[in-house]
């Protein structure tokens, strides 16, 4: 595993690196406040056939935050890595993403088709869309939302107390989470802080409509492969999600018993899953 240091416009992005530099790339893109070593007990296991790249998203891990000026949308994202991509002379590379970066990794192939070999997600397929039900309400929400306010951070004595705080939120094993939560701390007076950008826990004012989304994948054009947890979250609703899957013209759809981060919790299995969708 090498650390990975790169400059894209404006912004500085960090990221974990495995495999030998000439090997096939495959870019890989984590999810929502968690950072490259989501990929930590994936990646190794691809390390023989890929130069396996996961990136820190922008205000996650070690790579910069977004200007104050600017708000954290996936189409900022997707452009992020592709910039990323051009940093790092990739013309052409695979791409697999989780949760959020799904989306993120979704819009990217979407956006240039012809850098895109094959598309690999786990438990998402787009961006989060908008159905018009709280459209009103989540706008006002995010236009006063001040990430947090003045509240200090929250800072743990330990890393140990820091993954069980993870584990309790977000519903991911203590033990499994320590590699993204030791890459998203930082040493504080007294103990440990999130380094992850305060202003991700900020309401979105503004989403895609669904019918957006569908009209964007309705132009995906790389092989891709989804992998989707069973059973389901409840923000991965199968009859909306088929919506989306339908409108993919070269998608196959997996199913394997687990939890919201199956490559975390299984990642054999969805080693295997990946070297066949690749």
Known sequence: MRELKLSIPGLELSGLAWGEPDAPPL???????????????????????FHVIALDLPGHGHSQHFPESTVYQHVDYARAVLAAA????????HLLGHSLGAGVATLVAIAAPERVRALALVEG?????????????????????????????????TIDDA????????????????????????????????????????PTAIRLAETQVMALLLGLA????????RPHPPYLEPEALQVRIDCVADIRVT?????????LEHPAK?????????
Not at 86 to 93: K, V
Not at 169 to 198: F, H, K, M, N
Not at 270 to 278: F, G, H, I, M
């Open 255 to 263: 199913h394997m018993d687990g939890g919201h981060h199956l490559h």
């Open 27 to 49: 870019m890989m893109l984590h999810g929502w406040l968690d950072n490259a070593a989501s990929f930590a007990l994936l990646a190794p296991l691809l390390a023989d056939r």
């Open 270 to 278: 969805v080693a295997a899953w990946l070297s066949e969708a690749l």
């Open 163 to 202: 993954a069980d705080a993870r584990a309790l939120v977000g519903g991911l094993d203590a033990a499994l989470a320590r590699p993204i939560v030791e890459r998203g701390l930082r040493e504080v007076d007294g103990g440990y802080s999130w380094r992850s950008d305060p202003r991700l826990s900020r």
């Open 86 to 93: 051009d940093a790092l002379a990739l013309p052409r590379f």
């Open 125 to 157: 397929l787009g961006p989060l869309g908008d159905d018009g039900s709280r459209t009103l309400d989540r706008f006002r929400e995010a236009m006063a939302s001040k990430a947090g306010g003045n509240r200090p951070l929250r800072v743990f004595p």
């Open 222 to 229: 790389a092989p891709t492969s989804l992998l989707l947890a």
